[in-house]
């Protein structure tokens, strides 16, 4: 599990995306059940036998920062297609708050929700929707053209971002020539064209065999990496999320149970339930370094030795002890911030906090 995580902006700007308090129900008079604390508070069972309603999104708020990869993570049926789709009013909220770059999607008319749609927020579906008639180019350039851009420009643009996806000498094919991970290429290469400033994935690869699906998460990951676009990406997939994700929210029954990096969910369940999720993840594939660190014990300790940066993974270190047979030293910025040993990272991936002594008391190095 091939994690690759970046630094993104550590929320001083404003959120690209911000929603708060966001209620999904359907069934009748679903607006009474937000503004109700006893049926807000109902299992589905019981909401549904009580009044008929079913709360697709319960109370959810979170932010998404410029240029992060937000994962959006649940078990079928837990809320999360629907929570995208409120993003941009695909589904239509019961209440609630849903800003982007602090503009009220909500108050929004037609003309104002249909630029959103077309220019600013993207959407990648699992279904790739293209036109069987048109070619790969102009399947690409049909966001451009209801736009209005004219056919030479929207072919130009149309053509760099085939390339870009990896489909160059396809252009001039039908989708049905093309396999299901070319047509889903098709289907990414689209939404780039209009340059959104958001891209939402909604399960775009559960529908491909498994190797095509890693090449296409490689493919997102290298095109993040590239242009620092902001994702909100929805999967079902405990090991996609981690290894795309900056951070994941993971969603039960409508609910965010918990929100953090990949570290934090794997490394800090927030209950039983994350706990029994994240149980068969190889720890030492998402901790970093960070979390397995200790301060040199002396000058010399300090100054020689393999070398790791703090976001390395457990993984990555261990093998860097191993080739040298002594600590490494952690790396940034040039100046050592402390060392990790095989005890250290082995304690790590047994999930056992090595730092905590007899009276709860810890020596454990904070990187900021």
């Known amino acids: 599990m091939d994690t690759a995580h970046k630094a993104v902006d550590d929320g001083a700007a404003p959120p690209v995306f911000s929603v708060q308090n966001l209620w999904k129900v359907f069934g009748p008079k679903a607006h009474r059940v937000p503004g109700d604390a006893e049926l807000g508070a109902l299992s589905p069972a019981e909401l549904r036998e009580r009044t008929g309603c079913t709360a ?5 708020s979170f932010d998404v920062r410029k240029g992060e990869v937000f994962v959006v993570m649940g078990l079928s049926g837990s809320g999360k297609s629907t929570l995208v789709r409120c993003l941009t009013r695909l589904i239509e909220p019961t209440s609630g708050a849903v800003a982007i770059d602090g503009e009220d999607v909500l108050a929004m008319d037609t003309a104002r929700l249909r630029e959103l749609r077309r220019r600013r927020a993207s959407m990648v579906f699992q279904h790739f929707g293209l036109l069987p008639h048109r070619s790969v180019i102009d399947n690409v350039a049909y966001g451009l053209e209801i736009q209005g851009m004219g056919k030479s420009a929207r072919r130009s643009r149309a053509a760099e971002v085939v390339a870009k996806v990896g489909l160059e000498g396809l252009e001039h094919r039908k989708p049905g020539q093309l396999s299901g991970g070319q047509q889903q290429r098709v289907g990414l290469a689209r939404a780039l064209a209009v340059d959104p400033e958001v891209m939402l994935f909604d399960e775009p690869f559960s529908a491909l065999d498994p190797l095509i699906r890693r090449d296409m998460q490689e493919e997102v990951i290298r095109l993040h990496r590239e242009e620092g676009r902001t994702m909100i990406f929805i999967t079902h997939d405990l090991n996609e999320a981690l290894k795309l994700g900056d951070r994941i929210a993971l969603m039960r029954d409508g609910r965010i149970v918990q929100l953090g990096t990949p570290e934090e969910i794997v490394g800090s369940p927030a209950d039983d339930y994350v706990r029994d999720f994240v149980r068969d993840v190889p720890r030492e594939q998402v901790m970093t370094v960070r979390t397995a660190m200790r301060p040199a014990a002396d000058a010399a300790e300090a100054a020689s030795g393999a070398a790791v940066a703090p976001d390395a993974t457990v993984f990555q270190a261990i ?50």
């Open 56 to 60: 697709a999104v319960r109370d959810v």
């Open 319 to 368: 093998e860097a002890v191993a080739r040298s047979g002594a600590a490494a030293r952690v790396m940034q910025d040039g100046r050592c911030v402390g060392v990790v040993d095989h005890a250290g990272l082995l304690a790590v991936v047994a999930g056992v906090d090595r730092d905590a002594d007899s009276d709860g008391a810890t020596d454990k190095v904070v990187v900021a």
